[in-house]
C-alpha cells in the first residue's frame, strides 16, 4: 500500500464514524458538527480524486453556509429532546426492515460486480494546467445539458412552490392593506370626548408634621 491509500482509509474511517455519529448523537448541535466533520473528510476524498471545485464547493457552501444556518436554527429553537424520541421504539422494526434493504439495494449496485478494481481504473494524472472547473463547465453544457436545465426546472419548481406555501392567506394570519392605511380619515382613528374636569381636595397639613 502506497501513502494515499492510507491517507483515503482513513478518511474513509473518519466519514464512517461521523456519519453514524450524525444519527445517533443525542444533542442535535454534536450531530451538526459530526455533519461538518463528515463534510470535511469527503472534500478531502474528493482532493485525492483530482475533483478541487467539488470539494472547495462543499466546504465554501455546505461548510460555510448551510451547515452554520443549521446551527444558528438549532441553537436557538428550544427543542424537546423526549418528545422527539417518542414511538422511537415502536418504529424501529419498520426502519430496520426498510435500511435493510437499502443496504440490500446499495450493495448490489455499487458491489464488486460493477464497481470492483477491474472496472474502475484509477484517475489519469493530468498536466499542471488542467482546469477542473473549465472540465465540469464542459460536461455540464455538452454532454449532460438536459439533465442539467431538467434539474434546474424542478429546482425552480420547488422553490415556487415553497413561496406559495409560505405566502398563502391563513384565517388566523394578521396583515396590513396599504389602501385602507392611505384612505384612513381623522375621524375614524380619533375621537374627541368631552369630560368635566375634577380636581381632588387638597388636605390640611398635619399639625405634628408642622411642629
Not at 436554527?73 to 426502519?95: C, H, Y
Not at 455540464?140 to 424542478?154: G, I, K, N, S
Amino acid at each position: 500500500m502506497i501513502f494515499q491509500d492510507y491517507v483515503f482509509y482513513s478518511l474513509a474511517a473518519i466519514l464512517l464514524f461521523a456519519g453514524l455519529r450524525v444519527i445517533t448523537a443525542r444533542n442535535p448541535v454534536h450531530a451538526a458538527l459530526f455533519l461538518v466533520l463528515a463534510f470535511f473528510t469527503t472534500a478531502g476524498i474528493w482532493l485525492m480524486l483530482e475533483a478541487e471545485f467539488l470539494a472547495i464547493v462543499l466546504v465554501l457552501v455546505y461548510v460555510g453556509a448551510v451547515m452554520v444556518l443549521f446551527l444558528f436554527v438549532v441553537m436557538m429553537l428550544d427543542i424537546n429532546l423526549e418528545k422527539l424520541k417518542e414511538g422511537f421504539w415502536e418504529a424501529i422494526i419498520p426502519a430496520l426492515i426498510v435500511g435493510g434493504f437499502m443496504c440490500a439495494e446499495m450493495i448490489m449496485v455499487l458491489g464488486a460486480k460493477h464497481f470492483g478494481l477491474d472496472r474502475v481504473s484509477a484517475p489519469v494524472p493530468h498536466p499542471a494546467g488542467y482546469s477542473n472547473t473549465a472540465e465540469l463547465g464542459r460536461q455540464l453544457y455538452t454532454d449532460y445539458l438536459l439533465p442539467f436545465e431538467l434539474a434546474a426546472v424542478v429546482l425552480l419548481v420547488a422553490m415556487i412552490a415553497a413561496i406559495a406555501l409560505t405566502l398563502r392567506r391563513r384565517k388566523d394570519s394578521k396583515y396590513i392593506n396599504p389602501v385602507d392605511q392611505i384612505n384612513i380619515k381623522r375621524a375614524d382613528r380619533v375621537r374627541m370626548v368631552s369630560m368635566q374636569s375634577f380636581k381632588e381636595p387638597t388636605q390640611a397639613p398635619d399639625n405634628k408634621e408642622q411642629g
